[in-house]
């Protein structure tokens, strides 16, 4: 939730960049800095994309934050960080920070260019979406020539086997110098995520230990 919080974290800044950590950078970011989107936006972001069994319009797309402009000063100009934090206060529904920033923004979000942002899951569609926010080409050399690859779900390159891109993270895994680091570590990181996976613990259970 840290995010809806920028406001007051940065007081010094009109602008940032706000980015999660389960990502791999494979481009400069600062390009985005550069980005020309309308003054009256609180943030921008690229839009979720879905596979081709559904068509996905840029009007009730969801904006993904793991990756956003946001603009500090028309955030506290509107008082949309105080927006925040009453919606997270009181919130009924369960929403997390992404929810949050969609439902209060909606059509104060810019759009950024897909490559910023590429989920490792949408390589799993094979290029295959319906979509009239990003064209065609844009889609495949995103996906081709990411700026960043955004680890979301909860299968992680660090707690999985054979996770999407997950080659990607482990070369910049071994240029940290922490590979025995993360062997020493990996089996409580796996059990966490096991845990956290009742349906496939049912499934093993059944299969191997049911008579």
């Not at 939730?1 to 706000?18: E, G, N, T, V």
């Not at 799993?124 to 979406?129: A, D, H, I, R, V």
Request: glycine share 4%.
């Amino acid at each position: 939730m840290s995010r809806l919080f920028a406001d007051l974290f940065f007081p010094q800044y009109d602008r940032i960049i706000y980015s999660d950590v389960d990502v791999v950078f494979l481009g400069d970011v600062s390009q985005a800095w550069t980005m020309q989107t309308e003054k009256s936006c609180h943030v921008a972001g690229i839009k979720h994309l879905l596979g081709s069994h559904v068509m996905t319009q840029e009007q009730t797309a969801i904006t993904n934050s793991g990756f956003l402009i946001m603009n500090l000063k028309q955030i506290r100009e509107d008082q949309m960080g105080k927006q925040w934090r009453e919606v997270m206060k009181t919130n009924q529904q369960g929403w997390y920070d992404q929810d949050i920033i969609n439902f209060c923004c909606q059509s104060s979000i810019g759009l950024l260019p897909l490559r910023f942002n590429v989920c490792q899951i949408d390589y799993n569609f094979k290029g295959s979406f319906r979509t009239d926010i990003y064209s065609s080409k844009e889609i495949e050399e995103s996906m081709k020539y990411p700026v960043m690859i955004h680890y979301i779900t909860g299968d992680k390159p660090w707690n999985t086997f054979f996770s999407q891109k997950q080659k990607l993270w482990l070369k910049e895994l071994k240029d940290t110098g922490l590979v025995w680091k993360f062997i020493f570590r990996f089996p409580n990181y796996f059990l966490k995520w096991l845990l956290n996976k009742p349906r496939f613990l049912k499934k093993i259970r059944r299969k191997y230990f049911s008579r």
